[in-house]
């Protein structure tokens, strides 16, 4: 299974970015679909999670009405839009893919693929 992550970049605070992930090499419409970051120095943390069918969405507190997670199982694709970034957003976002459950969850160990990551810098 292989996740390719894209569309990172530098942006300035308020500004938007949209990253993609390309999933092959698995039924991509039964597999639950989360985005983490890490920021240098620190955990990698969960951002937003998505289940097969798209209807339920997860996302953690600070980015709660700023991102949208969303999948196109056609496309075995999903995506994040992020908007008006804020400087404390700045990290390298993962996609992962949970081959096991068909609800969303938060914990990063119950996700079995992990993209190579791709960097967001938001400049104050």
């Known amino acids: 299974v292989q996740l390719q992550a894209s569309g990172g970049g530098l942006v300035q605070a308020g500004g938007s970015l949209r990253v993609s992930c390309a999933v092959s090499?698995?039924?991509?419409?039964?597999?639950?679909m989360g985005w983490f970051r890490q920021a240098p120095g620190k955990e990698r943390e969960f951002v937003a999670a998505?289940?097969?069918?798209?209807?339920?969405?997860d996302y953690t507190h600070s980015v709660k009405g700023r991102f949208t997670i969303s999948r196109d199982n056609a496309k075995n694709t999903v995506y994040l839009q992020m908007n008006n970034l804020e400087p404390e957003d700045t990290a390298v976002y993962y996609c992962?893919?949970?081959?096991?459950?068909?609800?969303?969850?938060?914990?990063?160990?119950?996700?079995?693929?992990w993209g190579q990551g791709t960097q967001v810098t938001v400049s104050s």
């Open positions: 090499g698995r039924t991509f419409s039964r597999t639950v």
């Open positions: 998505i289940s097969w069918s798209g209807r339920e969405t």
């Open positions: 992962a893919g949970d081959a096991h459950r068909s609800i969303t969850t938060r914990r990063l160990v119950n996700y079995d693929y």
